[in-house]
C-alpha cells in the first residue's frame, strides 16, 4: 500500500544578487588639496602669532625697597687735638690731653709729670699728686729700686713702642696696700743708655686707657735724623777704641781675659747703619770701631751696664748675628 507522499518539488535556482561595492571615495583635483592645505598653514601661522604675542597675565610681584646702607661714621680720633711734648735730650716726644698740665723741675730730676690741676711742682713732695708720671733711669738704678714691680696682682704684657719692645704691667691695687682699689698702670722700655719709665695712677675707671692713648703717640726723634743722615750712607770704617788695661776682667767661662765695659757685635749682613743704631737704642752702647765687610762693632757700654745681660739682650734680637765680650786678642784691636 503506498503511502501517501507530499509531491517532490524541483528547487528552483535562486537569482544571483550582484555584491554590494563600497562606493568609490571622489576624487578631488590635486591643485585643490595643495591650496586648501596652504590656507591652512596660513591661519596656523597668524593664530600662533598672535597667541605669542598676546601679553601674559602675571600676577604682579610687590616692588623690592632697596635701602641704602649707612654711611660709616669715621671713629674720632682721641688725640687729635692733643699737646706735644718734645725731649731734645733724649729724643722722643708724646702728646697729651689739653685738660692736663705738664710739669717739670731740676728738683725730680729727669722727671715729667702730668697733672690735673695746675699747681707748684716745686711745693709738692714726693707721692703720687700726678696722674701720669714719666722718669727717665739708669738701668742698674732702675732695677735696684724695684722695678719692674713684681707684684701679684699686676698683669704682665709685652707691647711695642715706636718699634721697641716695652713691658707693661696694669690691675687693680688690692685692700690693704698703699692706694688699694686705685687702678695702676707703667709701661717702661729702654731709650738711649736708660730706661724710661710711664707710671699711670687712677681711682676711676674715667680714664683707664689714658696711658694707653699717650703712648700710642710716643715717637723717637732719633729715628727721624737717622733716616735722613744715617740711612743714606754706607758704614763708615771707624778704627777700633783703645782698651782700658784697667777694665779687663777673666771671664769665668773661657778663662780668657775681656772688656767689662764693651762686646763686640755682628750684625745681619743685610742690616744698615741706621738699622745698627737702632739696635742700640734699643739695647744700649754707641760704637767705638768697625769692620764694614764683616757689619762688625766694637760697643762701649754704658757705664755700670752689666756685661752679661747686654751680651744676651744683643744675641736675642734677630737682627744680631751674635755679640760677645771684647779681647785684646780681637780681630777688632788687631787692625
Request: proline fraction near 11%.
Amino acid at each position: 500500500m503506498e503511502e501517501n507522499l507530499p509531491p517532490l518539488q524541483t528547487p528552483v535556482n535562486p537569482v544571483p544578487v550582484p555584491p554590494v561595492q563600497p562606493p568609490h571615495p571622489k576624487n578631488f583635483p590635486l591643485n585643490l588639496v595643495l591650496t586648501i592645505a596652504l590656507v591652512i598653514a596660513i591661519f596656523s601661522v597668524i593664530i600662533l602669532s598672535a597667541v605669542k604675542n598676546q601679553p601674559s597675565k602675571q600676577t604682579p610681584s610687590p616692588s623690592t625697597q632697596i635701602t641704602p646702607s649707612p654711611t660709616p661714621t669715621p671713629t674720632p680720633n682721641p688725640t687729635a687735638n692733643w699737646k706735644t711734648y718734645k725731649n731734645e735730650q733724649y729724643k722722643f716726644q708724646f702728646q697729651y690731653p689739653q685738660n692736663l698740665y705738664l710739669k717739670q723741675s731740676p728738683k725730680f730730676g729727669d722727671q715729667i709729670f702730668l697733672t690735673e690741676n695746675d699747681i707748684d711742682i716745686n711745693e709738692v713732695n714726693e707721692g703720687p699728686f700726678a696722674l701720669v708720671t714719666i722718669a727717665i733711669w739708669d738701668k742698674n738704678k732702675f732695677e735696684k729700686t724695684g722695678y719692674p714691680r713684681q707684684d701679684k696682682y699686676l698683669k704682665s704684657e709685652n707691647v711695642t713702642i715706636d718699634g721697641v719692645d716695652a713691658l707693661k704691667l696694669s690691675g687693680i691695687i688690692p685692700e690693704g696696700e698703699y692706694l688699694a682699689g686705685s687702678f695702676h698702670q707703667e709701661v717702661s722700655f729702654p731709650i738711649k743708655d736708660k730706661i724710661i719709665h710711664f707710671i699711670f695712677f687712677e681711682d676711676s675707671s674715667n680714664n683707664i686707657k689714658l696711658l694707653d692713648q699717650i703712648l700710642s703717640t710716643f715717637k723717637f726723634l732719633r729715628k727721624e735724623a737717622a733716616n735722613k743722615a744715617l740711612c743714606n750712607i754706607e758704614t763708615p770704617n771707624i778704627p777700633p777704641a783703645p782698651i782700658d788695661s784697667q777694665k779687663l776682667i777673666k771671664d769665668p767661662k773661657t778663662g780668657m781675659l775681656v772688656t767689662k765695659d764693651q762686646i763686640i757685635l755682628v750684625a745681619l749682613e743685610s742690616l744698615s747703619f741706621c738699622e745698627v743704631q737702632d739696635l742700640l737704642v734699643k739695647h744700649g752702647g754707641k760704637i767705638v770701631g768697625s769692620i764694614p765687610d764683616l757689619n762688625m762693632f766694637q760697643i762701649q757700654l754704658p757705664e755700670g751696664a752689666d756685661l752679661n745681660k747686654t751680651i744676651e739682650s744683643f744675641k736675642s734680637d734677630p737682627r744680631v748675628e751674635t755679640a760677645y765680650p771684647n779681647t785684646p786678642a780681637e780681630i777688632m784691636n788687631s787692625r
